[in-house]
């Protein structure tokens, strides 16, 4: 048990010291990759978070992770866009949006959601070590590994249903694998499951983009040349992601 905790206290600091660099990194704008950073640091603690839910501290620390994703998926929606522009040879539209970021990495490096996330995050292990002495961690393992197993049946259920929903598909997949990262040792999952996700994943990340960037479209002119294209791509990226989801399913189910 002691060993788990302190596991707990661990990856909890350092996923505070993660999200203090990206800050330092966000408010001088140093790299293109600190929101990337962030958003991936604050991914990563929820999905430590989500099987210890019930203790305390830890539904705090939920909403004001969520808060700090909720603020930041636009400007990362744009950034990948813009790199995508980029790529096409769109240059003119990609430097429209990508002119707006130095401003909004700053925005987010002194918003109150981070400011927020960070001072709960800092008295975490105290509650972490709190709750230890009090004997209020009495089960945790077997807590988690019925948590983590619940959402790998969830996942299932999800790909057993002929008419499931891609979007919440992709968002069961990552929530799967990142739990899996975050508890490597009570990860229970097939040998070939975490290549299969991130597979799974990737695909349905290319057809998600596709189809965000058409409902932009709507809306935004400049948008307008790319929409045939991402009509067909998003229909064989759709393809592309049936096929690695019945793979996932046959391999690992």
């Not at 769109?90 to 400011?115: F, G, I, K, M």
Request: charged share 25%; net charge positive.
């Amino acid at each position: 048990m002691s060993a788990l905790v302190n596991q707990l206290v661990a990856q909890v600091i350092g996923l505070e010291v993660g999200l203090l660099s990206c800050q330092a990194r966000l408010t001088a704008v140093t790299d293109d990759e600190a929101l990337h950073d962030l958003r991936t640091t604050v991914r990563r603690l929820r999905s430590l978070l989500r099987p210890l839910r019930g203790l305390p501290g830890v539904e705090q620390l939920e909403l004001a992770a969520s808060a700090v994703g909720q603020l930041t998926t636009p400007l990362r929606d744009r950034e990948v866009l813009a790199a995508y522009l980029h790529q096409h040879g769109y240059h003119d539209a990609a430097d429209r949006r990508l002119r707006l970021q130095p401003a909004a990495y700053r925005q987010v490096a002194q918003s109150p959601e981070l400011a927020q996330l960070l001072l709960i995050l800092d008295a975490f292990p105290r509650f972490i070590r709190a709750s230890q002495h009090q004997k209020l961690l009495k089960g945790l393992r077997p807590r988690i590994e019925k948590r983590l197993a619940k959402q790998w049946r969830t996942l299932d259920d999800a790909l057993q249903d002929p008419s499931h929903d891609r979007h919440r598909l992709r968002l069961l997949i990552k929530r799967v694998r990142y739990a899996a990262e975050a508890y490597p040792e009570l990860d229970t999952l097939p040998d070939n499951a975490m290549s299969r996700l991130k597979n799974a994943q990737s695909a349905l990340g290319d057809w998600h983009d596709c189809w965000q960037w058409l409902a932009q479209a709507g809306h935004e002119a400049d948008l307008q040349p790319c929409v045939a294209v991402w009509h067909r791509t998003m229909i064989k990226a759709q393809g592309q992601a049936d096929q690695v989801l019945e793979k996932l399913r046959a391999d690992c189910f």
